[in-house]
């Protein structure tokens, strides 16, 4: 049974910064539990489409952003203890969102939700003004 549980969610001033966690368990990929599959990080604003905000690859030697983030946020991965990373500083109020966490079965970055089988239920990310 594969879980994906996201924390760190929360209100903060415009400016602010976060740390997002993404805690995996169960499954493997490759005989290697989670060390292979990249992982994303995804938004959904109220009234939107959930996009792509931040992704690693397997391995974690390439990373990839959304422009509305890149410089601001970042990603990272330890793979011992299967936990996923999204640091958000320079908080705008248009980046309040639940947040999501999503592993998929490869190696490769993707930015579309469909490429993506595993979801956690998501954290809140408040940004006042």
């Known amino acids: 049974q594969v879980q994906l549980v996201e924390s760190g969610g929360g209100l903060v001033q415009a400016g602010g910064s976060l740390r997002l966690s993404c805690a995996a368990s169960g499954g493997t990929w490759r005989g290697a539990a989670w060390r292979g599959a990249a992982v994303g990080w995804f938004r959904q604003a109220p009234g939107k489409e959930r996009e792509f905000v931040a992704g690693?690859?397997?391995?974690?030697?390439?990373?990839e952003y959304s422009n509305s983030v890149k410089g601001r946020f970042t990603i990272s991965r330890d793979d011992a203890s299967n936990t996923f990373y999204l640091q958000l500083n320079s908080l705008e109020p248009d980046d309040a969102a639940v947040y999501y966490c999503a592993g998929r079965k490869g190696t490769l970055i993707e930015t579309r939700t469909q490429q993506y089988t595993y979801w956690g239920q998501g954290t809140q990310v408040t940004v006042s003004s």
């Open positions: 690693i690859s397997g391995g974690g030697g390439v990373t």
